[in-house]
């Protein structure tokens, strides 16, 4: 399925978690485009206007002290050899880039903007800025930042409101979510192969030559249009999970006009398709582990202590033969009990929701499941989807060079099942989302930012989504790279802590890298 490639790089997923965690529903808006006319072109000054739906949702809500802004820019569908010049099929056209701006009216001392990324890849950038300009108390940015920087959020080109790629139907991600995660059989094989080729195959026809367009190195050109839409001089980055590849790629693309750059949650770039999803593998089998760990130690909190492990197994396999049907009509199929699992992993906070909907699947109520697995998969309750996967796969396709067989797949599917039981097969399996994708590559560069200061790269030792390993490789691939860890569950880090905060804000703030070796304890 799309998504276990997606996870590689991953939650669009840090807003889906943080908001899991502040328990409260990131408010539904739009940019303003009325009477807006023409995107402002590249290396020109835009245009800011109100985002008027955004103040009226949020008063109340822990933000009455921000102002919002919107614009949008016009930068070039292919950025050439990043010159500015255009070439191959994006000749001449242009993508808008949607941005947001939070401003506090409590502004002091103002250092610049906070361009931030929530990854995904998919994760829209002007949701994100909102949701983190909410403040402290409801898990969003600290007042020390938000008073000294405004926060700009972007939809990188493809997602949400940049020009978004829209090219699966609701059918086919219900079916492709719902499919088995392990498909054992060979029929069973066989039809995830045939529903990966429809997806890839009305894609390419919707868009054809233009997918190699929406990879990471394009929309890391677009990153320096928007530095530059704002005024800064320098970028001041905080990107998270995918965001970290975004911003590693700028960094190598314009060493100079690097401030400062938090990369939370670290994917390492030099990973292809087959390391990173077995990577991947590994740290979602890691993290499960922890969960069942403490459902062993907290049965008070864990309905399904004290074996936390056979009671999803046991639920995943009775879901694959007689799944529950929720009050909507939909089946709680094997697919949507895994996704569940795998949302809830995101944040440690999670894991009593996961335990409570598996014990409640067992009663025979599936709401809980089909909850933690929509916010995962961004399914609305009509059964409508946001386009987060449709630019997942393009963009993560785009990227990858790398294409192993349906064989060799199949092969790693057996392998990886011994090895990572729960998470191995549906890894494996899911790299056929971009085996099967049509069009060019495009992928990124791997190698020094020489003549960037220092970058901080964040690492979480009990990160599911981008295990820990990848962040010492990140910082090393980088050579300006500096390690913060925090010994800590979930995926990403700040601003959870004081320690991990205290440091990115000292940071971001001040340029002051943390010490050699940082580590943060776990609370």
């Given at each position: 399925?799309?998504?276990?490639?997606?996870?590689?790089?991953?939650?669009?997923?840090?807003?889906?978690?943080?908001?899991?965690?502040?328990?409260?529903?990131?408010?539904?808006?739009?940019?303003?485009?009325?009477?807006?006319?023409?995107?402002?072109?590249?290396?020109?000054?835009?245009?800011?206007?109100?985002?008027?739906?955004?103040?009226?949702?949020?008063?109340?809500?822990?933000?009455?002290?921000?102002?919002?802004?919107?614009?949008?820019?016009?930068?070039?569908?292919?950025?050439?050899?990043?010159?500015?010049?255009?070439?191959?099929?994006?000749?001449?056209?242009?993508?808008?880039?949607?941005?947001?701006?939070?401003?506090?009216?409590?502004?002091?001392?103002?250092?610049?903007?906070?361009?931030?990324?929530?990854?995904?890849?998919?994760?829209?950038?002007?949701?994100?800025?909102?949701?983190?300009?909410?403040?402290?108390?409801?898990?969003?940015?600290?007042?020390?930042?938000?008073?000294?920087?405004?926060?700009?959020?972007?939809?990188?080109?493809?997602?949400?409101?940049?020009?978004?790629?829209?090219?699966?139907?609701?059918?086919?991600?219900?079916?492709?979510?719902?499919?088995?995660?392990?498909?054992?059989?060979?029929?069973a094989f066989d039809g995830f192969v045939g529903l990966s080729q429809r997806i890839g195959r009305g894609c390419g026809d919707r868009y054809g030559d233009q997918l190699p367009l929406y990879g990471t190195e394009q929309a890391a050109r677009d990153m320096d249009a928007v530095r530059?839409?704002?005024?800064?001089?320098?970028?001041?980055?905080?990107?998270?999970?995918?965001?970290?590849?975004?911003?590693?790629?700028?960094?190598?693309?314009?060493?100079?006009?690097?401030?400062?750059?938090?990369?939370?949650?670290?994917?390492?770039?030099?990973?292809?398709?087959?390391?990173g999803s077995e990577s991947q593998a590994r740290g979602f089998e890691r993290a499960f582990t922890n969960f069942t760990n403490w459902c062993a130690a907290n049965a008070g909190r864990c309905p399904i202590a004290p074996d936390a492990r056979a009671a999803v197994t046991s639920a995943?396999?009775?879901?694959?033969?007689?799944?529950?049907?929720?009050?909507?009509?939909?089946?709680?199929?094997?697919?949507?009990?895994?996704?569940?699992?795998?949302?809830?992993?995101?944040?440690?906070?999670?894991?009593?929701?996961?335990?409570?909907?598996?014990?409640?699947?067992?009663?025979?109520?599936?709401?809980?499941?089909?909850?933690?697995?929509?916010?995962y998969a961004g399914r609305e309750d009509n059964g409508h989807y946001s386009n987060l996967f449709d630019a997942n796969l393009a963009i993560n396709c785009a990227d990858e060079t790398e294409k192993p067989s349906r064989e060799q797949i199949r092969q790693l599917q057996s392998q990886?099942?011994?090895?990572?039981?729960?998470?191995?097969?549906?890894?494996?399996?899911?790299?056929?989302?971009?085996?099967?994708?049509?069009?060019?590559?495009?992928?990124?560069?791997?190698?020094?930012?020489?003549?960037?200061?220092?970058?901080?790269?964040?690492?979480?030792?009990?990160?599911?989504?981008?295990?820990?390993?990848?962040?010492?490789?990140?910082?090393?691939?980088?050579?300006?790279?500096?390690?913060?860890?925090?010994?800590?569950?979930?995926?990403?880090?700040?601003?959870?802590?004081?320690?991990?905060?205290?440091?990115?804000?000292?940071?971001?703030?001040?340029?002051?890298?943390?010490?050699?070796?940082?580590?943060?304890?776990?609370?």
């Open positions: 399925m799309a998504s276990s490639r997606r996870a590689r790089r991953t939650l669009a997923g840090f807003v889906v978690a943080a908001l899991l965690t502040a328990g409260c529903t990131l408010p539904a808006f739009a940019p303003r485009t009325e009477a807006e006319g023409v995107a402002a072109p590249t290396g020109s000054t835009p245009t800011w206007r109100p985002c008027p739906e955004v103040p009226d949702e949020l008063v109340g809500r822990g933000a009455p002290n921000m102002r919002y802004e919107c614009t949008r820019i016009a930068v070039p569908r292919d950025w050439g050899n990043g010159t500015g010049a255009t070439a191959g099929p994006g000749v001449g056209q242009t993508f808008e880039i949607a941005l947001l701006r939070a401003r506090s009216t409590k502004q002091r001392d103002r250092i610049g903007s906070l361009v931030v990324n929530p990854g995904g890849p998919g994760g829209s950038g002007v949701d994100t800025a909102v949701y983190l300009s909410f403040g402290s108390q409801f898990g969003g940015l600290p007042a020390s930042i938000t008073e000294r920087f405004d926060i700009v959020g972007f939809d990188p080109r493809g997602v949400s409101r940049s020009s978004p790629v829209k090219c699966i139907s609701d059918a086919d991600l219900d079916a492709s979510f719902g499919y088995d995660p392990d498909p054992a059989s060979q029929s530059a839409a704002v005024g800064d001089d320098k970028l001041t980055y905080l990107g998270y999970s995918y965001g970290t590849l975004l911003g590693a790629t700028y960094a190598q693309l314009y060493p100079q006009r690097v401030r400062a750059l938090v990369l939370d949650g670290a994917v390492d770039p030099q990973q292809r398709l087959v390391e995943i396999d009775k879901a694959k033969v007689s799944p529950v049907r929720g009050v909507d009509g939909r089946e709680a199929t094997a697919g949507w009990v895994f996704y569940a699992v795998i949302s809830s992993l995101y944040t440690e906070s999670g894991w009593q929701e996961l335990a409570q909907a598996i014990d409640k699947l067992a009663e025979g109520d599936p709401k809980d499941v089909f909850r933690l697995a929509d916010a990886w099942r011994t090895k990572y039981p729960l998470f191995g097969p549906a890894l494996a399996v899911g790299m056929l989302s971009c085996v099967e994708w049509p069009g060019g590559r495009d992928p990124y560069p791997t190698g020094k930012a020489n003549g960037a200061p220092p970058i901080v790269v964040v690492g979480t030792t009990g990160d599911p989504a981008t295990p820990y390993e990848q962040t010492p490789r990140l910082a090393s691939m980088l050579g300006v790279g500096r390690v913060l860890t925090w010994e800590g569950e979930g995926h990403t880090a700040y601003p959870q802590t004081s320690c991990i905060t205290n440091a990115v804000d000292a940071y971001l703030i001040d340029l002051t890298v943390p010490p050699e070796g940082q580590r943060c304890p776990a609370r």
